[in-house]
């Protein structure tokens, strides 16, 4: 099975991830040697910009689609009398 991925969702992914490994890493190097990153913090801020990206670049972004074309009524078959 194949999934299609957008090319917006799949630049808002990877821009989300490059956001949260830069977190990490100047995470890790701010508490010394020994220390370790914030992942939490990494994680949250990677899922803010790609939330983030995707309300300011992509109006609607995970809204249903509307239809094209719009519905019409249809006429009764009786005449009025």
């Known amino acids: 099975m194949t999934i299609q991925i957008a090319p917006l969702a799949a630049l808002l992914i ?6 949260g ?13 020994a220390g370790r990153g914030d992942l939490v913090a990494s994680i949250a801020s990677g899922a803010t910009v790609a939330t ?15 239809p094209s ?3 019409t009524n249809p006429t009764s078959a009786s005449s009025p009398q």
Do not use: D
């Open 69 to 71: 074309s719009p519905t």
């Open 14 to 19: 990877v821009l989300g991830y490059a956001v």
């Open 52 to 66: 983030l990206l995707a309300l300011l670049l992509a109006p609607g972004f995970g809204q249903p689609a509307a």
């Open 21 to 33: 490994y830069s977190v990490f890493k100047y995470t890790a190097r701010t508490h010394g040697a």
